[in-house]
T-cell receptor
Framework: DAKTTQPTSMDCAEGRAANLPCNHS???????VYWYRQIHSQGPQYIIH???NNETNEMASLIITEDRKSSTLILPHATLRDTAVYYC????????????FGTGTRLKVLA | GAVVSQHPSRVICKSGTSVKIECRSL??????MFWYRQFPKKSLMLMAT?????????EQGVEKDKFLINHASLTLSTLTVTSAHPEDSSFYIC????????????FGPGTRLTVT
């Protein structure tokens, strides 16, 4: 079973920040949080990952709570092309490396 | 960098035939590749983990004799759907993890299989 829960869907106005939450209350100390997105009929695209510190790259920011039980992916200025299903995944740094996908959040960016 | 390709992107076959799907890491070596399937409006379901030079590890409920996986090189894994039936129609996606590098997986664009 997936170790994460996310809202089923969210809307965001174009140009505004999109904040996508993820709950991972059973996360272990050696597990990272990964975020991917999937645009319709394409393979998932890597966005960002983190362990406990906040992370930022050219696509997004990842905010992880101090207790690591939840995180938020932030798209600072959403565009129509950001409309996709966003998946939050937790996975250990070593071992099988496999991902177990949850249901994800369907983000719709509105013009 | 970190580009993964799949071939073919779409395939239609008749019941009872076998179909091979290729997954290639184009600009990196991948000791581990993964195969997923995805039904319409559903999430990705992991089918198997493929390690170069060894047998694949299948997830519970996935028939290894039906979904043959070969990972003969550090840049190529293949999935063969044997004796395909209409219920095997799905979107098949592979991913690859960089060998000795960062641990995120990079996904291919997917292959849509339709069995008539």
């Amino acid at each position: 079973d997936a170790k994460t829960t996310q809202p089923t869907s969210m809307d965001c106005a174009e140009g505004r920040a999109a904040n996508l939450p993820c709950n991972h209350s059973t996360i272990s100390g050696n597990e990272y949080v990964y975020w991917y997105r999937q645009i319709h009929s394409q393979g998932p695209q890597y966005i960002i990952h983190g362990l406990k510190n906040n992370e930022t790259n050219e696509m997004a920011s990842l905010i992880i709570t101090e207790d690591r039980k939840s995180s938020t992916l932030i798209l600072p200025h959403a565009t129509l092309r950001d409309t996709a299903v966003y998946y939050c995944i937790v996975r250990a740094l070593s071992g099988t490396y496999k991902y177990i996908f949850g249901t994800g959040t369907r983000l719709k960016v509105l013009a | 960098g970190a580009v993964v390709s799949q071939h073919p992107s779409r395939v239609i076959c008749k019941s009872g035939t076998s179909v091979k799907i290729e997954c290639r890491s184009l600009d990196f070596q991948a000791t581990t590749m993964f195969w997923y399937r995805q039904f319409p409006k559903k999430s990705l379901m992991l089918m198997a983990t493929s390690n170069e030079g060894s047998k694949a590890t299948y997830e519970q409920g996935v028939e290894k004799d039906k979904f043959l996986i070969n990972h003969a090189s550090l840049t190529l894994s293949t999935l063969t759907v044997t004796s395909a039936h209409p219920e095997d129609s799905s979107f098949y996606i592979c991913s690859a993890k960089l060998a000795g590098g960062p641990n995120e997986q990079y996904f291919g664009p997917g292959t849509r299989l339709t069995v008539t």
